[in-house]
T-cell receptor, first 112, second 113 residues
Framework: QKEVEQNSGPLSVPEGAIASLNCTYS??????FFWYRQYSGKSPELIMF????GDKEDGRFTAQLNKASQYVSLLIRDSQPSDSATYLC????????????FGTGTSLTVIP | EPEVTQTPSHQVTQMGQEVILRCVPI?????FYWYRQILGQKVEFLVS????????KSEIFDDQFSVERPDGSNFTLKIRSTKLEDSAMYFC???????????FGPGTRLLVL
């Protein structure tokens, strides 16, 4: 079973706070994980990817991966109103070719 | 910065009609994909395409669907005999190679009446 689970939210944080978005996956074969941001009615836009255990930082964003717990998260520091969107977690399983399995997404609202 | 482009942005069709959705992947990318997102639901994989043939397809991608790369730049998704439940946003994506980041186009919103 290849499931990616996310809390659908909505998650609300005040401007300047840290937003924490979580994702779990069921298939231990998952190797690469991607965080996309999707504004309403728009296409998914890549934020970052991670494939090694630990943290990966890119500007205000930090992705965290724990393969033992089958858990991946995204932290957004100094949240801005423009960060308000749905955040999609995707897992890529090499044994199934190249397709991405997406979660349902977490809706984030940053309150000014 | 190179982008995936898709046309049309919106398509309205009658049930039973055929539609063709078009995509121009990023020029140096070798893998192409179609995904579907029904309103309010998750993004779902349809098919991947490499070296002029289907690499992988999901259960959704049945005989009603076909893909083609008719020339060196376009990548199309054909839906024959559309059904009401085909109404969705269809995203094209491309990646440099297998397992790499997939970049999404802006999508085509298909409405079947």
């Amino acid at each position: 079973q290849k499931e990616v689970e996310q809390n659908s939210g909505p998650l609300s944080v005040p401007e300047g706070a840290i937003a924490s978005l979580n994702c779990t996956y069921s298939d231990r074969g998952s190797q690469s994980f991607f965080w996309y941001r999707q504004y309403s009615g728009k296409s998914p836009e890549l934020i970052m990817f991670i494939y090694s255990n630990g943290d990966k930082e890119d500007g205000r964003f930090t992705a965290q991966l724990n393969k033992a717990s089958q858990y991946v998260s995204l932290l957004i520091r100094d949240s801005q109103p423009s960060d308000s969107a749905t955040y999609l977690c995707a897992a890529q399983l090499p044994n199934t070719g190249n397709q991405f399995y997406f979660g349902t997404g977490t809706s984030l609202t940053v309150i000014p | 910065e190179p982008e995936v482009t898709q046309t049309p942005s919106h398509q309205v069709t009658q049930m039973g009609q055929e539609v063709i959705l078009r995509c121009v992947p990023i020029s140096n990318h070798l893998y192409f994909y179609w995904y579907r997102q029904i309103l309010g639901q998750k993004v779902e994989f349809l098919v991947s395409f490499y070296n002029n043939e289907i690499s992988e397809k999901s259960e959704i991608f049945d005989d009603q669907f076909s893909v083609e790369r008719p020339d060196g730049s376009n990548f199309t998704l054909k839906i024959r005999s559309t059904k009401l439940e085909d109404s969705a946003m269809y995203f094209c994506a491309s990646s440099v190679t297998r397992g790499e980041t997939q970049y999404f186009g802006p999508g085509t919103r298909l409405l079947v009446l």
